[in-house]
T-cell receptor, first 111, second 110 residues
Framework: RKEVEQDPGPFNVPEGATVAFNCTYS??????FFWYRQDCRKEPKLLMS?????NEDGRFTAQLNRASQYISLLIRDSKLSDSATYLC????????????WGAGTKLIIKP | NAGVTQTPKFQVLKTGQSMTLQCAQD?????MSWYRQDPGMGLRLIHY???????DQGEVPNGYNVSRSTTEDFPLRLLSAAPSQTSVYFC?????????FGPGTRLTVL
């Protein structure tokens, strides 16, 4: 099993809709978690950290479910500018706390 | 602040050639790292450094060398380029948990 696994998509979603995607992780990638956003042919940029109690930043909500070993990202009232690839990242408990990256979920918001 | 800068943005090499990818940051971060990104795969760590004079191997170090003589600079050297090293290379620096990435270098090895 990959250490951090994501549905590659693409998710095609109409503007204004709510979209959610999950990321599953293995035990070795379970120290802490983040969501990064990557636009086409650009570098990844931090979207938000994921806290155990769940956290919200504007239209974005991140949740962590340790029992089922997944994290989720919910985007409400989606905008055209939300179109990007969303990368799920876990911090390894083994390899010097290195980051372990999922391959990303591609989101396309359609007008 | 320029943040993290990388040069070149694009490079084409022939098999067997060597080259150095440059990375610099002006945020005084101790931790710097190099990743490669290939289609359908997550970012994979090549080498990292926790401070000047200290480097260590990541997940996929073979075929690459690094050095860290200053806090600001962390160059990545390809010793003898192979087609399998065709990829997008990202340099990152970090003050702690979060990573700040450079714009990337797109490398093609023919």
């Amino acid at each position: 099993r990959k250490e951090v696994e994501q549905d590659p998509g693409p998710f095609n979603v109409p503007e204004g809709a709510t979209v959610a995607f999950n990321c599953t992780y293995s035990n070795s990638a379970s120290q802490s978690f983040f969501w990064y956003r990557q636009d086409c042919r650009k570098e990844p940029k931090l979207l938000m950290s994921v806290y155990s109690s769940g956290n919200e930043d504007g239209r974005f909500t991140a949740q962590l479910n340790r029992a089922s070993q997944y994290i989720s990202l919910l985007i409400r009232d989606s905008k055209l500018s939300d179109s990007a690839t969303y990368l799920c990242v876990g911090r390894s408990m083994d390899s010097n706390y290195q980051l372990i990256w999922g391959a990303g979920t591609k989101l396309i918001i359609k007008p | 602040n320029a943040g993290v800068t990388q040069t070149p943005k694009f490079q084409v090499l022939k098999t067997g050639q060597s080259m150095t990818l440059q990375c610099a940051q002006d945020m005084n971060h101790e931790y710097m790292s190099w990743y490669r990104q290939d289609p359908g795969m997550g970012l994979r760590l090549i080498h990292y450094s926790v401070g000047a004079g200290i480097t260590d191997q990541g997940e996929v170090p073979n075929g690459y060398n690094v050095s860290r003589s200053t806090t600001e600079d962390f160059p990545l050297r390809l010793l003898s380029a192979a087609p399998s090293q065709t990829s997008v290379y990202f340099c990152a620096s970090s003050p702690g948990q979060l990573q700040f990435f450079g714009p990337g270098t797109r490398l093609t090895v023919l």
